[in-house]
């Protein structure tokens, strides 16, 4: 028996109304990854316009560094702006690890062509562009941004290729020799973790502090110092070996013990900490991209959480 039309129905209408939809969503989910790539580029920029910050470039000075500046910085941000964007799109398609993973040696191409040859932010584009994916397929599924869910997408969907890309023996990055010479983490072991000190140190001491009533930058600040008092950074072990590394935890925790960014004294302390390093020629590299991620995550809780 054939079955009757609806005599109000205009042939063609249902298909174009369900194309409809799908394009309208297929414009949403661009918008929403282009607006993750602007926070995670902002997110960048809050870590280097931060001061004091012990060891590090900013728009004030070089900190331990002579073979880059803020200018460098600065045009490393702006060649990953299309790379935040693509790997938020590849998680929202439940993109494989292999792509992320080609997506992140492109975009090291892209920053390295950037900048001369200078190592700017190999780390933020592992951190950062990690946490873009895993924020793009919590979006895709519709669930809550908040930190649990986002951590816990990170770890289900890529961690059991994070823990065997952590092992991988083939890198030759400053980072990957110190880890053989002295056993300290680094962010592949972060990553392979589900970034244990975005979540659990500097997003919550950031939060402290602005729950305080305390400025934004002090709480980036205080998340940073918090960051140094807790990882063994692979950045400060190339440099300044066991002994510049005890150095930075030291003086890191000694800062947070005294009240972070709430005692009186803050802003020298912090300088006198930025003087220690720049003259030790310790940068505290990997916890200033872990700053970066957690400036991302506060971003993009915010309003949710």
């Given at each position: ?5 609806d005599?109000?129905?205009?042939p063609g209408?249902a ?6 939809f799908?394009?309208?969503?297929d414009a949403?989910a661009?918008?929403?990854c282009?607006?993750?790539?602007r926070?995670a580029?902002r997110?960048?920029?809050?870590e ?8 590090l470039?900013?728009?004030v000075?070089?900190g331990s560094?002579?073979?880059m500046n ?8 702006f ?5 935040f ?5 590849a ?5 494989s690890f292999h792509?992320l993973?080609?997506l992140?040696i ?5 920053m ?5 040859g ?5 780390g933020a584009?592992f951190c950062?562009?990690?946490?873009c994916?895993a ?8 669930l809550s941004?908040?930190?649990?869910t986002?951590?816990?997408?990170l770890?289900?969907?890529?961690g ?5 890309h952590?092992?991988?023996?083939g890198?030759?990055s400053?980072?990957?020799?110190a880890?053989?010479?002295y056993a300290?983490?680094?962010a592949r072991?972060?990553?392979a973790r ?10 919550p001491?950031?939060?402290?502090t ?7 930058r ?5 998340a940073?110092?918090a960051?140094m008092?807790h990882?063994?950074?692979t950045n400060?072990y190339?440099?300044?070996?066991p002994?510049?590394?005890l150095t930075?935890r030291?003086?890191a ?5 005294r009240?972070g ?17 720049a003259a030790a ?25």
């Amino acid at each position: 028996m054939a079955v009757s039309k609806d005599p109000g129905a205009t042939p063609g209408v249902a298909s174009a109304t369900a194309a409809g939809f799908a394009g309208i969503e297929d414009a949403a989910a661009k918008a929403f990854c282009r607006q993750m790539a602007r926070r995670a580029v902002r997110s960048l920029y809050a870590e280097l316009v931060l001061y004091p910050k012990p060891g590090l470039v900013s728009l004030v000075d070089n900190g331990s560094h002579t073979d880059m500046n803020a200018a460098i910085f600065m045009r490393s941000m702006f060649a990953l702006r299309r790379y935040f964007q693509k790997i938020a799109e590849a998680g929202m398609r439940d993109a494989s690890f292999h792509e992320l993973k080609r997506l992140g040696i492109d975009a090291e191409a892209r920053m390295l062509r950037a900048t001369g040859g200078i190592n700017t932010h190999r780390g933020a584009i592992f951190c950062l562009g990690l946490l873009c994916a895993a924020i793009g397929r919590c979006r895709a599924q519709g669930l809550s941004m908040t930190p649990a869910t986002i951590q816990s997408m990170l770890v289900q969907r890529w961690g059991d290729e994070l823990a065997g890309h952590s092992l991988d023996p083939g890198t030759r990055s400053h980072g990957a020799q110190a880890l053989l010479r002295y056993a300290a983490s680094g962010a592949r072991e972060e990553g392979a973790r589900g970034f244990p000190s975005v979540f659990d140190v500097g997003l919550p001491a950031m939060r402290r502090t602005l729950s305080a009533g305390r400025s934004m930058r002090l709480a980036r600040v205080d998340a940073l110092f918090a960051l140094m008092a807790h990882i063994s950074d692979t950045n400060v072990y190339h440099r300044g070996g066991p002994d510049g590394a005890l150095t930075v935890r030291r003086m890191a925790r000694a800062f947070v013990a005294r009240g972070g960014s709430a005692a009186p004294d803050w802003e020298a302390r912090a300088l006198a900490c930025h003087r220690t390093f720049a003259a030790a020629r310790l940068s505290p590299g990997g916890a200033a991209d872990l700053l970066g991620a957690v400036c991302l995550l506060q971003a993009v809780c915010e309003v949710t959480d």
